[in-house]
């Protein structure tokens, strides 16, 4: 199983980018998605969570600007980031609950997309 993230980029404060990641591999299900960042010499922080339900909870510092949404058909989480702040570039990095299969078991453990570099100018 693998998460391969996309859509960073560099943009001018009160821009948008749009990052995906979608799981590959032997699933079964996949459970809670998340988004995180980090920033270099900082710990890494979740900006946004989203259930295999659709609730979703937000960091109060993206609330109103970013949109967590998932595409459960491709096994898929999106981030809708709108309003872009200088104080939002990081590295960002997706992570997701995943049930895997192997053999005729069922397994579950958390996995970490690649991080994708997002950079705001002012």
């Known amino acids: 199983v693998q998460l391969q993230a996309s859509g960073g980029g560099s943009v001018q404060a009160g821009g948008s980018l749009r990052l995906s990641c979608a799981a590959f591999?032997?699933?079964?299900?996949?459970?809670?998605m998340a988004w995180y960042r980090q920033v270099t010499g900082k710990e890494r922080e979740v900006v946004a969570t989203?259930?295999?339900?659709?609730?979703?909870n937000y960091a109060d510092s993206v609330k109103g600007r970013f949109t967590i949404t998932r595409d459960n058909a491709r096994n898929a989480v999106l981030l809708q980031m709108n309003s872009l702040k200088p104080e939002d570039t990081a590295v960002y990095y997706c992570?997701?609950?995943?049930?895997?299969?192997?053999?005729?078991?069922?397994?579950?453990?958390?996995?970490w997309g690649y991080g994708t570099q997002v950079t705001v100018s002012s």
């Open positions: 992570n997701a609950d995943i049930q895997y299969l192997n053999g005729d078991q069922i397994h579950e453990m958390y996995y």
């Open positions: 989203i259930t295999s339900s659709g609730a979703t």
């Open positions: 591999g032997s699933i079964f299900s996949v459970k809670d």
